[in-house]
T-cell receptor, first 113, second 113 residues
Framework: DQQVKQNSPSLSVQEGRISILNCDYT??????FLWYKKYPAEGPTFLIS?????DKNEDGRFTVFLNKSAKHLSLHIVPSQPGDSAVYFC????????????FGTGTRLKVLA | ETGVTQSPTHLIKTRGQQVTLRCSSQ?????VSWYQQALGQGPQFIFQ???????GRGNFPPRFSGLQFPNYSSELNVNALELDDSALYLC????????????FGPGTRLTVT
């Protein structure tokens, strides 16, 4: 039972263009969502978060959009840079005394110079 | 500020053996969560430790156990190793159980033969 899904295993984007990474979830009780970036041989690096009471959060080149009715969130990277090439994971949690995140399977982003 | 560190980096064990993995949390962080990441999958929540006690557990059998020490460092113990336990084990620290941001270490790659 995959509660958090990233249906695109990989994505290639030209440098300078927009990268859009998508994530779908099934549990409407999730109240916090995170995006992580992972380089080979490193642990995931926290990128950006969004609470279920918001529909958008921006941090520099990164923006996360949340559509609760569709149970869908997306990460936009503008402009994309070669250093953004990594695996991106979305994660979701329902707060129950703590956050126990459920992760998607990841999307490998390749930004072409 | 010191980030999350894990040891060892790699480990090879035989089926049926026991293993202990170690994690030092980021400075000031008192909560540690452990995740298992199988090849091609996203991290799966194993359990969390806060104030030296287990504070939430995922769908893992009791042969997965942990400890947290007064300095907030933590251990993950796995008994009676099975081939399917081969994975990358990640720990993540946070400022507290109600802090939604979790910061990951580089992981320990466990291979069970």
């Amino acid at each position: 039972d995959q509660q958090v899904k990233q249906n695109s295993p990989s994505l290639s984007v030209q440098e300078g263009r927009i990268s859009i990474l998508n994530c779908d979830y099934t549990n409407s009780m999730f109240d916090y969502f995170l995006w992580y970036k992972k380089y080979p041989a490193e642990g995931p690096t926290f990128l950006i978060s969004i609470s279920s009471i918001k529909d958008k959060n921006e941090d520099g080149r990164f923006t996360v959009f949340l559509n609760k009715s569709a149970k869908h969130l997306s990460l936009h990277i503008v402009p994309s840079q070669p250093g953004d090439s990594a695996v991106y994971f979305c994660a979701a949690s329902r707060f129950s005394g703590t956050y126990k995140y459920i992760f998607g399977t990841g999307t490998r982003l390749k930004v072409l110079a | 500020e010191t980030g999350v560190t894990q040891s060892p980096t790699h480990l090879i064990k035989t089926r049926g053996q026991q293993v202990t993995l170690r994690c030092s949390s980021q400075s000031g962080h008192n909560t540690v969560s452990w995740y298992q990441q199988a090849l091609g999958q996203g991290p799966q929540f194993i359990f969390q430790y806060y104030r030296e006690e287990e504070n939430g557990r995922g769908n893992f059998p009791p042969r997965f156990s942990g400890l947290q020490f007064p300095n907030y460092s933590s251990e993950l113990n796995v008994n009676a190793l099975e081939l399917d336990d081969s994975a990358l084990y990640l720990c993540a620290s946070s400022l507290g159980p109600v802090s939604y941001e979790q910061y990951f270490g580089p992981g320990t790659r466990l291979t069970v033969t």
